[in-house]
């Protein structure tokens, strides 16, 4: 049994989970997925609804303890970030980039589409950043997202982020203590206490 966190940067609820989920899973496979496509939708088009998800966030992160600061900009997409992110995972170190990622974009406000933000992800990632910003400018990358956000849409997620564990999914942020449970039922040795 396989443990698998599906991401987007952009999403301050992959923030809030990756925190948890770095450690909770003794083994993640970190997986890069498109928010737009799975939920049909560009966030930045409904103020409603960012409020809303802004109100929800602040919540959540008061409640786990956890910082959360508004990258500048926000709501917006992040394709840069997400391409180097999708490269890490592909090097074995996707896990150290998104936690570093979300810490800069949700603790620092900072733009993660910023070349110097990825420098900075990348190096806490331990890859190279030559590398690292090939990556981030190939937009052959984006397709593999999107297909991955509709795949997740078609079984039943709504939303960022998501759980795999075995053949169950567990999407949303607050899921995140329910996929732990499930993984130490099954298997303690892939769970961390």
């Known amino acids: 049994m396989r443990a698998q966190l599906f991401f987007d940067l952009a999403?301050?609820?992959?923030?809030?989970?990756?925190?948890?989920?770095?450690?909770?899973?003794?083994?993640?496979?970190?997986?890069?997925?498109?928010?737009?496509?799975?939920?049909?939708r560009c966030l930045a088009d409904?103020?409603?609804t960012v409020d809303r998800v802004r109100n929800a966030a602040e919540a959540r992160a008061s409640a786990?303890?956890?910082?959360?600061?508004?990258?500048?900009?926000?709501?917006?997409?992040?394709?840069?970030a997400m391409r180097a992110a999708a490269f890490a995972a592909d090097q074995g170190r996707g896990?150290?980039?998104?936690?570093?990622a979300g810490r800069l974009a949700f603790c620092g406000g900072f733009d993660l589409d910023d070349p110097e933000r990825l420098?900075?992800?990348?190096?806490?990632?331990?890859?190279?950043l030559d590398e690292c910003l090939r990556a981030a400018g190939d937009p052959r990358r984006d397709g593999t997202m999107e297909a991955t956000g509709r795949r997740l849409l078609a079984a039943g997620a709504d939303r960022l982020?998501?759980?795999?564990?075995?053949?169950?999914?567990?999407?949303?942020?607050q899921r995140?203590?329910?996929?732990?449970?499930a993984v130490r039922q099954s298997s303690p040795a892939l769970a961390r206490g």
Request: with cysteine; glycine share 8%.
């Open 64 to 80: 786990l303890r956890l910082p959360l600061v508004w990258p500048e900009g926000y709501p917006k997409i992040v394709p840069a």
């Open 161 to 173: 982020p998501v759980l795999r564990i075995g053949r169950s999914l567990f999407w949303g942020e």
């Open 95 to 100: 896990g150290a980039f998104v936690l570093a």
């Open 176 to 181: 995140v203590g329910a996929a732990a449970a």
């Open 119 to 128: 420098a900075e992800a990348a190096a806490a990632a331990g890859i190279r």
């Open 46 to 48: 409904d103020a409603e």
């Open 11 to 40: 999403c301050p609820f992959t923030y809030l989970a990756t925190e948890r989920v770095e450690r909770a899973f003794a083994h993640v496979t970190w997986t890069a997925a498109s928010s737009e496509t799975l939920q049909r």
